[in-house]
């Protein structure tokens, strides 16, 4: 017998690949609520028809408004409303988190339904340390935000998580190679699906061998946390050169000392040699 949901949101992980990793449970909330919040009707629509369901779709987005927001709060005070991705777990880099913030000051039931994500399968395949993971989200667009982004992540001693597209990846696996020398990097893609992989090496291994064969579909990229012997075949005259192109000598030595674990005031010595 179809158990009848109570009013409020409902936050329902659903597959990022394989349809049959969505859960039992989240299946069942598909099935009682009265809509579905989702970012693309089209993707969301498909997968309740695989689901045999028919429900009443209404599109949140990037480009979703404060009127947007409004009417569906409305609705969820007086009826049970799911909000769903594309895939995986919602707002984990998509769309909701006002929405799920507003919901909760205004008293409104939020439940969220687990399941399926991403940046932790990748974690789990990727064979590099799970003892600690910072999942940071998209890289930036541009190659200078790109850059300072992976420099303020260089010293934190955990793996390093991001979700990356196929066509940007080229260049972030550059900047790492430039920013984070000598780490181990993984790219995991088509998770969960016929053609999943999970390939790791240097980012110059990696870029080469995308090179040869451009990559498809969504992709994670991890970088290995920073070790703590020396990191060898490291062009450290570059790196200050670089930084020196926009910072103080003590600033660059700064920024190259956390980076590789190198010793800042030898590096400070060497970037006022450059200087």
Known sequence: ME???SPGLYIVATPIGNLGDITFRAVEVLRGVDAVACEDTRVTGKLLHHLGLKKKLIRYDDHAGEGDRER?????ESQPVALVSDAGTPLISDPGYRLVRTARERGIVVTSVPGPNAAVVAMTLSGLPNDRFLF????????????????????VPATLVFYETAPRLDA???AIDTVLPGREVAV???????????????PEELAAHYTAHPPKGEIVLLVAPPSDEPVADIDVDALLLRELSEAKPSQAAAKVAKATGLDRKDLYARAMELK
């Open 188 to 202: 995991a893609r088509e998770l969960t699906k016929k053609f999943e992989e999970c390939r790791s090496g240097t």
């Open 3 to 5: 158990q009848s949901l």
């Open 136 to 155: 940071a989200g998209f890289l930036p667009n541009k190659s200078k935000a790109r850059e300072d982004m992976l420099s303020e992540l260089a010293g």
């Open 172 to 174: 972030a696996l550059q």
């Open 72 to 76: 569906l709060l409305a609705l969820m």
